[in-house]
């Protein structure tokens, strides 16, 4: 795990989020609603919290057919580039109940987000989709009356934007299209036909041609140019190589091709052409090359951009698809299948596509990583380890963690730690820390000391000097932090502060507390309504659950028994319970 990239993604979306969709992303879709549209359940809608999206799904469930909606969606862009009917797939839907989906989108001029809808008209033949009046027995918000900058007699026109779609499945270099895709000539006959158009490729860029005609006939080459340094950057910071330089060349060389083709030559250690190179070197040029010409403030779109990418690269591209949403304002959409374009993201950034059970798809507007890919069949990578105190204390974490989702539930270890509270933070906590571990403690409230910890980057030089002091404060302890020996008497002061901002930063991040003194507070007041539990001490609300539970029985019960007694009375607190409700949205903020 590359840390420091991590921190990084973190770091852009925190900033990202704090930016104006509609100031700062002009013409920005805040949602789409699919009244009807391909295998979508009536209604399905997805808010798009975050200007950049993930869309989490299996194969075949509607992902691809969302992002075609949404090309479809600015002013001048029609989704039957990607969908019309044929024969063999005719298109259901009749004048009344047509296929049809609205969306929400910035209006810069009347200051305030609209909505517009698309629905297809015409014959099979034809398959326009146009925009098409307001209607509220859809769900649409009401047109305003009156003028308004984009608004028509009876619909707000589309957004006018640039779009940008990028499918990574379909990106393939020319030698890997031509030798693997096509069928109608033998094996020998490709070669030589290889063998022929490397020469040719070879030539045109020795030669830095712009143009090449075979015997008079149509244009050729299309593209013939180094990649930007811009460009090449990127590239080489998304793939973890470092590469010299890269010609781009678009042609259409090979025989019978009825399309445009992708060579690449790259110069790294050697120089080499796509021929050699893996197919993720040439999906991550292609795409850097659109996302970087794209105009300010486009709606990118991205079909399974993981193809091809090892898991760094994926993360890498994660990261530059971040820096380009804030640098150049684009709103970027994907569907994917990989965690490695999940984790950093929000919660509300994450939509979940999953069956109805009834032949439908619907979407769960937020999601965190594990949980969606839990939902796609993939257990937890590794799970996020919960200390509590003692086991009445993990019998009530537990009760709020199945609050969860099913998987974030399964993405939690909680364990009582021996040695209580003292012994978490003055050795687990700075052994956890030493080791990088991903560690979470949940201690009983009457151990907090302060409302809210030292943020350790505002903390000044001049105090430097008393941080120990100052963690003890806020702690309760003096953690026996791991650091380098030696005779550096100056080193080793230097050392010891460095560990003491790191454990200030680790309490701040991993440290909390239960809403009530004990565990056994939260229960009683559950049993006998809020506030009962008040004025009763640690050991006075232990020893008061117990007579709660007995119920006045003069039983002798044993560890086990009692305990059972204890989930009981848990299992039956509400779901709207107060406390629970606090320590479930801890859970949440440690599992985003």
Known sequence: MNVKVDEEIDRIAVSISRMEKGGDFLGYISHIVFPRFKGLERGARIDFDFPVTALVGAN???????????????????????????????????????????????????????????????????????????STADGMAPLPAGDFPGKSKDRWNPVRRDCVYINLKAIFGSFDRYFYFEDETGSSERREAMLREASRLKQIADTERQSYRLGGGRERLFENRMLTDEELSHVSSILGREYVSARVIRHSLYPRNRGEDLSVIFQSSKTYSE???????????????????????????????????????????????????????????????????????????????????AGGTRVLQGCSPSAALWRLGRPPEQKLRVLVEDDIASIVTERAARMLDAGDYETLDIRIAPGGA?????????SALASADDLRVLLDGDKKKVEMFTDPQAVAPADLESLDERVLAESGVRPALHIPGGRDTAGHKQAKQVALLSYLS??????????????????????????????????????????????????????????????????????????????LRQLQSWLV
């Open 422 to 430: 003292d012994a978490i933070l003055s050795h687990l906590a700075p």
């Open 275 to 357: 021929a050699y190179a893996g197919s993720g070197e040439i999906s991550v040029v292609a795409a850097v090359i659109k996302i970087l010409s794209a105009n300010r403030g486009s709606l990118i779109l991205l079909d399974e951009p993981e193809t091809s990418l090892h898991p760094g690269a994926q993360r890498m591209m994660l990261r530059f698809l971040l820096q380009q949403s804030r640098l150049n304002r684009h709103q970027i959409i994907l569907s994917t299948h990989s965690m490695e374009f999940l984790k950093g993201l929000p919660s509300s950034a994450v939509k979940v596509f999953e069956n109805t059970g």
């Open 60 to 134: 075949g469930i509607g992902k691809s057919s969302v992002l075609h909606a949404l090309w479809g969606a600015p002013f001048g862009y029609s989704t039957s580039k990607f969908w019309f009917a044929t024969e063999l797939d005719p298109i259901e839907g009749q004048a009344r109940d047509t296929q049809r989906y609205f969306y929400g989108h910035w209006n810069d001029a009347a200051g305030r987000f609209v909505e517009t809808r698309k629905a297809r008209l015409g014959s099979r033949r034809t398959d326009y989709w146009e925009p098409y009046r307001t």
């Open 506 to 583: 680790w309490m701040r991040q991993g440290l909390a507390y239960l809403p009530k003194p004990t565990p056994e507070h939260i229960i009683i007041d559950s049993i006998r309504g809020l506030g009962a539990s008040a004025e009763l001490s640690a050991a006075q609300a232990k020893e008061q659950l117990r007579i709660l539970l007995y119920d006045g029985a003069d039983l002798r019960l044993g560890a086990e028994e009692y305990r059972g007694l204890v989930k009981l009375a848990v299992a039956r607190i509400g779901d709207d319970n107060a406390d629970l409700q606090i320590i």
